[in-house]
């Protein structure tokens, strides 16, 4: 069964400095997404992207944040200066579609970073 | 502004047991998804169920089953017999027209042997 993988499954880091998280989603899915989730506490959704492009974004996802599809598989989240509070587990999923019977979000496994 | 609530924060139960997880949500929206998330203790994420606003037919997978009420914006999930593997946090989730999803702040089962 396809499914989202994540890459690394535990990233440390200084404070201050850039990080990329790596995800490949399932292969015939369009829409893709990036979570996070401190310890503890719930899911977040940061930001949504579609059709090479942000659709969704939440009040987290400031300007110390980043994403792209660098070529047909991954999908990266960059952290451009990492702060303590940015220690979280970030989950990627990814969708055939928004809306519909196949709007069902798939996830991956997570990155733990901890900054440091 | 959409909100899901489950108010159990840690439920313990013995193997054998019926346990229900509630999940109550706000949305203004008349089209909308509701999802059950599994997370187990290695962490990952695993889709349980999705259900849209339009079929409040409840729903029955194995040992587990889902009640959808409109009338009360509720949707619970009953895990029947339990087991030790069952033991995870469990999350509800919401969306509507947008992309994102609204997560509760999950349940913590707990199942013993």
């Known amino acids: 069964e396809p499914e989202v993988t994540q890459t690394p499954s535990h990233q440390v880091t200084q404070m201050g400095q850039e990080v990329i998280l790596r995800c490949v989603p399932i292969?015939?899915?369009?829409?893709f997404y990036w979570y996070r989730q401190i310890l503890g506490q719930k899911v977040e959704f940061l930001v949504s992207f579609y059709n090479n492009e942000i659709s969704e974004k939440s009040e987290i996802f400031d300007d110390q944040f980043s994403v792209e599809r660098p070529d047909g598989s991954n999908f990266t989240l960059k952290i451009r200066s990492t702060k303590l509070e940015d220690s979280a587990m970030y989950f990627c999923a990814s969708s055939k579609a928004a809306g519909g019977s196949t709007d069902t979000q798939y996830f991956g496994p997570g990155t733990r970073l901890t900054v440091l | 502004a959409q909100k899901v609530t489950q108010a159990q924060t840690e439920i313990s139960v013995v193997e054998k047991e019926d346990v229900t997880l509630d999940c109550v949500y706000e949305t203004r929206d008349t089209t909308y998804y509701l999802f059950w998330y599994k997370q187990p203790p290695s962490g990952e994420l695993v889709f349980l169920i999705r259900?849209?606003?339009?079929?409040?037919q409840n729903e029955i997978s194995g040992r587990y089953s889902w009640n959808f009420q409109k009338s009360t914006s509720s949707f619970n999930f009953t895990i029947t017999a339990s087991q030790v593997v069952d033991s995870a946090v469990y999350f509800c989730a919401l969306r509507n027209y947008g992309q994102n999803f609204v997560f509760g702040p999950g349940t913590r089962l707990s199942v013993l042997p």
């Open positions: 259900r849209n606003s339009f079929d409040e």
């Open positions: 292969s015939n899915h369009l829409y």
